[in-house]
């Protein structure tokens, strides 16, 4: 039983700042969870809490079953790698690799045999002898995560390890990473803010902002399918189009989502129709990926804006267009700023009983968890003042318009994400 099952757990500072707030989720048996989020999301601090390196506020924290919070950090069988992957300079990379298990005062002959092994699997066979101070940053790395994972480890923790690294063995090493920990079946954390190496990765994806559990699936669902306005863009490859428009169902035919200057229609026959249609007369904010979005030929129907090219973009692969359509810009609705609601993770917010059936049902086994379980509302996404949004659109290997023309983009109605303005999704994500 290798189980990680995180209850409501909070992680407060000294001095208050609130860096993870009551996050619930589970990492089941061999899975390869990846926690993803931006710089100071608080990723860090949850792995540590894990580790038992760092003490928790609040909230319970189990581990293969058994509430963990105050075991130590040797007795809870779990290995971490760091993410500058320290290692003992004076200590060849064997010395490295064996020193867990004499301090496990294994038998020197398994010792030798599962190192040389080890340093195969990790393709550092040729380095053994070799002191940290003479290898690549690469080599180091290898070393540190096989010197973690040598005493075979109920659950791997592992810290952003590629951060330092350049993008060929960043690739290189992720492959290896993954067929390691599931070739061990390792129950394993990964922390990381590169949202490619969580997608390639993950079993699930956890997403993470300002401490806050934002949407909790496997890489397809949180891509396709996000809970919150701050996953479908932190998860886009290009900047995602987020633009306000307010719901209206004229002599309820269909629902108008009303842009301004742009109207685009959906039928009630729309799966999502009838949960926007809750939000009649309010604003919300639509998502619109740039490949969701394409140019239309002058004469063609279809729904659509219009607007002026004002640039195009180069990117080698492909071009992108950005096509001022007059509409303000929306920022991503945020949780709010951790210093402004440290008020109320002492545990008085009346949560008890629901928490007790939260633990109950991660602890059977069910991942339906709600990403937004318990957390404090969020900000509203601010409109831009008179800022106006530019839609970004993907164009392919050709530009197709030039700068300055008036253009026509047809948008895929199909593929909008529509939020609250809290950035919560309208239609809920099937998980
Ligand atoms: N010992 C500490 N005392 C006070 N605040 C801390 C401490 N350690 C971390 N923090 C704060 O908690 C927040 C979360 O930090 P954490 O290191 O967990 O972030 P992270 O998501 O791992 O970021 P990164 O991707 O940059 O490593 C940050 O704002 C950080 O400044
Ligand atoms: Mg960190």
Redesign the pocket.
């Known amino acids: 039983m290798s189980t990680v099952v995180l209850d409501n757990v909070t ?1 407060v ?3 208050g ?1 609130l ?2 707030d009551r996050m619930s989720l589970r990492a089941d048996e061999g899975e390869l969870l990846v ?1 993803l ?12 809490m894990i580790a038992g390196l ?1 003490e928790i506020t609040n909230g319970d924290l189990w581990l293969g079953g058994k509430l963990a919070n105050h075991l130590a950090p040797r007795d809870r069988d779990v290995a971490m790698v760091f ?1 500058n992957g320290a290692l003992y300079p004076h200590r060849t990379v064997r010395g490295n690799l064996s020193f867990p298990l004499e301090i496990a005062k294994a038998d020197p002959n398994l010792v030798r045999e599962r190192v040389v092994e080890l340093s195969r699997a990790l393709h550092i066979d040729e380095t053994l002898d070799r002191r940290p101070g003479t290898l690549s940053g690469g080599q180091r790395q290898r070393v540190a995560m096989g010197r973690a994972i040598v005493r075979q480890p109920s659950i791997f923790l592992m ?2 390890p590629l ?1 330092n690294l350049d993008a060929g063995m960043r690739t290189e090493l992720r492959m290896e990473i993954s067929s390691l920990v599931r070739a061990l079946g390792v129950t394993t954390i990964y ?3 590169d949202q490619i190496e969580a997608l390639t990765l993950a079993d699930r994806i956890a997403i ?1 902002n300002r ?1 806050v559990l934002q949407d909790i699936g496997s890489p397809a669902q949180v891509y396709n399918d996000p809970a919150t306005a701050f996953t479908a863009a932190f998860l886009s490859s290009q900047q995602l189009n987020l633009l306000s428009a307010t719901v209206r169902t004229p002599q309820n035919q269909y629902i108008l989502l009303d842009f301004g200057p742009h109207q685009i229609t959906m039928p009630w026959t729309d799966p999502r129709a009838y949960a926007v249609s809750q939000h009649t007369g309010s604003q919300i904010i639509v998502g619109i990926r740039p490949d969701a979005l394409a140019p239309m030929p002058e004469k063609a129907e279809a729904p659509s804006f219009f607007g002026r090219v004002r640039t195009l973009e180069y990117h080698g692969h492909e071009w992108l267009a950005y096509v001022e359509v007059g509409i303000p810009a929306v920022t991503v609705p945020e949780p709010p700023d ?1 210093t402004q609601r440290n008020g109320h993770v002492n545990g008085t917010n009346g949560t008890a009983s629901k928490a007790k059936s939260m633990v109950r049902r991660l602890l059977s086994g069910s991942s339906s968890e709600s990403a937004a379980a318990a957390t404090p509302p969020p900000l509203p996404g601010t409109l831009g003042g008179h800022r106006r949004a530019d839609l970004i659109v993907r164009l392919g290997a050709r530009p197709y318009w030039r700068a300055g023309e008036h253009a026509r983009v047809a948008v895929d109605v199909s593929r909008l994400m529509l939020f609250t303005q809290t950035g919560a999704r309208i239609d809920p994500p099937r998980r």
């Open positions: 992680k500072y000294p001095g700042y860096a993870v926690l989020g931006p710089s100071g999301c608080g990723k860090s601090t949850l792995l540590r760092e993410q810290d952003e951060s922390v990381t803010h993470m401490g951790p």
